[in-house]
């Protein structure tokens, strides 16, 4: 069984990989470089490769922008409810 965890990273992979398409890249490319296994739930300690992967294969530099602009807020839990409740980070 997934938990609530390994569903947000999957989720956060899942979006990553569409943006790649959107751009014209090949997702089949990014799964198997980045040893992606779709069977099998993301682990936390796999997400900064799996990113890495990405932006160097696309060299988007606005991927994570764009990631951020397709993730809800309220993905990031707790923290993402102290940013809505903030007037600025600093």
Known sequence: MLNSSNRNLNLLV?????????????T????KNAKI???????EID???IIDYA???TKDEA???KLGQRVDVTYFG?????LMSCSSLS
């Open 63 to 65: 991927l994570m922008i």
């Open 47 to 49: 997400l900064p490769r």
């Open 78 to 82: 707790s923290f993402g409810f102290a």
């Open 14 to 26: 899942d979006k990553l990989l569409d943006i790649s398409r959107e751009s014209g890249f090949t």
């Open 55 to 57: 932006y160097n294969y």
């Open 28 to 31: 089949e490319d990014i799964i």
């Open 37 to 43: 296994d779709l069977n099998k739930p993301i682990q």
